[in-house]
């Protein structure tokens, strides 16, 4: 046992998830200070979300309240969202447009860079209370974190020693950032849903391409996804990242999604809608479905011609918030336009995919809350974390995550 982390971690490396990580409460207080303000870089938003100086929008990085904003002079600022008074909150709104951040409680004043103006009645009233005479302004600002902006794609860190954030990617996790937003977004709309669930579980989900044509009868039965497709998983060198892809057009008729063998393959089954699954050949390479996550809750997805962004947030050790960004290109005619804004409903808390995704990993929270010494099983293809692989029928990339994970916890 680690006796900072009360964890029975397995001999088995990362191959067996100990069922106590997904509900502990001091796990997921160390998983905020080790990941979240670690050596991490996190996804804030969208750059065209604050276009304009003085644009802003809050979130969060793990459970700490952020401010993203442009500030006066065009920069893009990340800014942690507390008074340096007394903690109160910023920010009350979700996004707005501002020349300056003032505290609602004692009208502390700052500038777009965090940077502390003005203390109400500093000075005392009639010569009498007031900040003491060595108070000095300029030690006393909002805290501002290392920004750095990719694609279009807002990132923000706590540390001050992780690598820039292209290094950091790798070379294969940005090819694909640039393969599916490189031409620039254009926001069609946002969602966000509750999941009664450790944001763990959702990441392992994400990286599961084994379940996606066995949970999912919509893909399995009208053939978006199915693991006898052309396809494989890429992994970032130290294993942290992953993308998994696959090619429709090389779909092999193989027995294995006989409808009498998978509950998820549902044949003569049509959609009174058909228009619902015809779009367009997007990418030269052929790809139809990439699901690529940035260590360690950032998800890029292409589901056909579908595009958007995911991010998971911790909302205690036994929920999350899942934010989705959907968007197109400035390229995109009406009519893709209307195919993107169509297909979108195969995802989201309603989607004809997504939301099983949506509610599995509370079966499991609610399924391993006991027992807490058991383990789950992660060796589907191997017990190793390979930097790339052929096929999808593998647990390879949840592997990767929970490599990242221990690196990070140091566990």
């Not at 802003?56 to 006066?72: F, K, S």
């Not at 103006?117 to 010569?127: H, I, L």
């Not at 052309?230 to 942290?240: F, Q, R």
């Not at 999350?320 to 989201?348: A, H």
Request: hydrophobic letters at 30%.
């Amino acid at each position: 046992m680690n006796e900072t982390t009360q964890i029975k971690w397995p001999d088995d490396g990362v191959s067996r998830i100990p069922y106590q990580i997904y509900t502990d409460p001091k796990n997921y207080e160390r998983e905020q200070e080790s990941i979240f303000r670690g050596p991490i870089w996190s996804f804030v938003g969208m750059g065209q979300e604050i276009e304009n100086p003085g644009d802003y929008q809050t979130t969060y990085i793990g459970d700490t309240p952020v401010i993203v904003l442009r500030d006066l002079d065009g920069e893009v600022q990340v800014i942690v969202n507390r008074c340096a008074h007394r903690g109160n909150l910023v920010c009350i709104s979700k996004e707005g447009t501002t020349e300056e951040l003032t505290c609602v409680y004692h009208n502390w004043r700052y500038d777009l860079q965090g940077n502390l103006q003005s203390v109400a009645f500093g000075k005392g009233v009639g010569k009498t209370g007031g900040m003491p005479d060595d108070f000095d302004q300029s030690k006393h600002g909002l805290q501002r974190l290392r920004t750095e902006t990719y694609a279009g794609l807002i990132f923000a860190t706590f540390s001050d020693t992780v690598a820039p954030l292209g290094e950091w990617l790798g070379e294969e996790m940005r090819e694909n950032i640039d393969r599916v937003v490189g031409r620039g977004m254009v926001l069609l709309g946002t969602y966000s849903q509750y999941m009664p669930n450790n944001w763990k579980l959702y990441m392992e989900n994400v990286r599961d391409s084994y379940h996606a044509s066995i949970l999912h009868m919509f893909q399995a039965t009208f053939r978006i996804n199915r693991l006898s497709m052309k396809g494989g998983i890429k992994l970032s060198d130290n294993g942290w990242h992953h993308i998994s892809y696959s090619i429709a057009e090389t779909d092999r008729e193989e027995d294995q999604y006989d409808s009498k063998k998978l509950r998820a393959v549902k044949d003569g089954y049509s959609l009174a809608d058909p228009t619902l699954v015809k779009g367009w050949r997007e990418f030269d390479c052929g790809t139809t479905l990439a699901i690529q996550s940035v260590y360690p809750n950032f998800v890029v997805q292409q589901i056909t011609n579908s595009l958007a962004l995911r991010l998971c947030l911790p909302k205690g050790p036994e929920e999350c918030e899942l934010l989705w960004w959907v968007f197109g290109t400035p390229e995109d005619t009406d009519e893709q336009r209307d195919i993107r804004i169509k297909q979108s409903n195969m995802i989201g808390p309603g989607g004809v995919i997504s939301m099983e995704d949506g509610v599995v990993g509370g079966w499991i929270q609610r399924g391993t809350r006991r027992d807490q010494d058991k383990t789950t099983i992660v060796e589907m293809g191997g017990r190793d974390v390979a930097s790339s692989t052929e096929g999808r029928a593998t647990e390879v990339s949840i592997r990767g995550f929970w490599r990242g994970y221990r690196d990070c916890m140091g566990i």
